[in-house]
């Protein structure tokens, strides 16, 4: 939005009426932050659907302007449509898989490189099974750890087939981390525990 404001030679932090602005994550605060908007509320549940709830008192037959993904989740301009609020929704971006990826380089990274796979979003998770084959996707959950930066992600990786997902607590990269050590740190407890009991 701010490339296009700055194409078409429109100042974003003069807009003539000063709207107020949210957003569903710090990460996109910290981008709109960048863009000189200030940013007046950040969901406290990092869902689309948790910052209807959280600003249905200010938003109710309001007129709101939201720029998004052309696969954004349907959740968010539902729940501000019932409130009701008057939604002017556009696609912003669109979310394009890569045209250059070897898949075989892929393949033998996840299959013999690496000890997690880390999704932040949808598309990245469509991307992979694109790449992959939703079996392959489905199969990674037994060699290696799944993990997802929040629930909108797990379900995603739920449509392939994965189960075994680890879903950080908030959508944030340290969270991811975080749910990670935990994961690991229980994988060799177990271990530890199990080679106890064989010596025992």
Do not use: C, W
Request: net charge neutral.
């Amino acid at each position: 939005m701010a490339s296009r404001s700055a194409a078409l030679g429109l100042a974003l932090d003069q807009v003539g009426t000063n709207p107020r602005i949210a957003a569903v994550g710090p990460a996109t605060k910290d981008e709109a932050t960048r863009s000189i908007l200030h940013v007046d509320h950040v969901a406290k549940t990092h869902l689309g659907i948790a910052l209807a709830e959280e600003l249905t008192p200010q938003l109710r037959d309001k007129s709101v302007f939201l720029p998004r993904s052309d696969r954004a989740n349907p959740d968010l301009p539902a729940a501000l449509k019932q409130l009701p609020a008057k939604v002017t929704e556009v696609v912003a971006y669109r979310t394009l898989p890569p045209s250059d990826v070897d898949r075989d380089f892929v393949t033998k990274v996840l299959g013999h490189e690496s000890d997690a796979a880390i999704f932040f979003s949808p598309s990245a998770v469509h991307n992979l099974a694109g790449l992959l084959g939703k079996k392959a996707l489905a199969e990674l959950q037994d060699k290696i750890a799944i993990a997802a930066v929040g629930p909108v992600t797990s379900s995603a990786l739920r449509e392939y087939g994965v189960r075994q997902i680890v879903t950080a607590a908030d959508t944030t990269a340290p969270a991811v981390i975080e749910a990670l050590e935990s994961h690991f740190a229980a994988m060799v407890a177990g271990q530890k525990r199990l080679a106890g009991a064989k010596h025992g």
